[in-house]
């Protein structure tokens, strides 16, 4: 399931790139297929893969005439209806003809008990900090990696990269 959320937030991600760079109608429409298909894949979680890139663009974008930011949410939430629709195309036909228990188990048991009592989760989050700088290794102890950052952060590429990272 992680490749197809991987894949799926790419799509993602390149429609957002393709709608600042171009027409936004496209842009768009590729990132809602993006967030369908990771519905899809493993439900909700394709929004935090791709929302906090999508409604923090002017961190990220170039102040420019083209590009403005109330069109800009309104293209995310269009593609945020886009994913919707494409996830509903399955998601409708299965609820009706699978059954109570079907419906149960595929809108709460395998979307949100997944993510609240999962395996993997049974740590609080906190309890991973102290082992970050050991995961982010050999980038927090390479000097020279930090100094080739100073000119790179007015670049809109990094800053995009740097919001989706963290």
Known sequence: ?????????????????VAYRGPLKNGWLIAGLGIGLGILAKGPVILVHTFPVLLLAPLWQPR????????????????F???????????LPAIIFG???YREA?????????????????????????????????WTTWGTFWRSLRG???DPGVRLCSIWAG
Not at 66 to 75: L, P
Not at 81 to 91: D, E, K, N, P, S
Not at 114 to 134: E, S, T
């Open 64 to 79: 420019s005439p083209e590009v403005r930011f109330g069109r800009w949410y309104a293209g995310v939430a269009v593609a």
């Open 1 to 17: 399931f992680d490749t197809l959320v991987t894949f799926s937030t790419l799509i993602t991600m390149y429609g957002a790139i």
């Open 152 to 154: 790179l952060a007015f």
């Open 106 to 138: 595929i809108l709460w048991k395998q979307t949100a008990g997944r993510m609240v009592n999962a395996f993997d989760h049974r740590r609080p989050f906190w309890w991973y900090l102290p082992i970050l700088p050991f995961l982010l290794l050999p």
């Open 81 to 91: 209806v886009t994913g919707l629709a494409v996830a509903a195309c399955w998601v």
């Open 99 to 101: 059954g109570e228990e």
